[in-house]
Nanobody
């Protein structure tokens, strides 16, 4: 059982930045970030397979960057130019298989989430 622990969430004003981190208890081929706002469906933010280039959800690529430290089993999400609509619980997800598609069904392991709140 892979355990994921997220950190880095918090409250920030619009236009600000945050960096989320997720540490896995062991190596996983694929890691990703999803988010869910109250009353909305979970949506994919960004994913990464091994240490290759990341892939992103719609409208995320210009402001968000995903990268990972494979040796530390850690994935990061750098979020810049944050907007109030980015407010959500952000979840780290991982899978032992290769994944290059941001679908919840493609990830077996999930963290507890870290809250991001962006005020206007």
């Amino acid at each position: 059982q892979v355990r994921l622990v997220e950190s880095g969430g918090g409250s920030v004003q619009a236009g600000g930045s945050l960096r989320l981190a997720c540490v896995a208890s062991e190596y996983t081929a694929s890691m990703a970030w999803f988010r869910q706002a109250p009353g909305k469906e979970r949506e994919g933010v960004a994913g990464i397979y091994h240490s290759s280039g990341g892939y992103y959800g719609d409208s995320m690529k210009d402001r968000f960057t995903i990268y990972r430290d494979v040796g530390e089993n850690t994935v990061y999400l750098q979020m810049n130019s944050l907007k109030p609509e980015d407010t959500a619980m952000y979840y780290c997800a991982a899978d032992l298989r290769a994944s290059t598609v941001l679908r919840s069904e493609g990830f077996t392991y999930w963290g507890q989430g870290t809250q991001v709140t962006v005020s206007s």
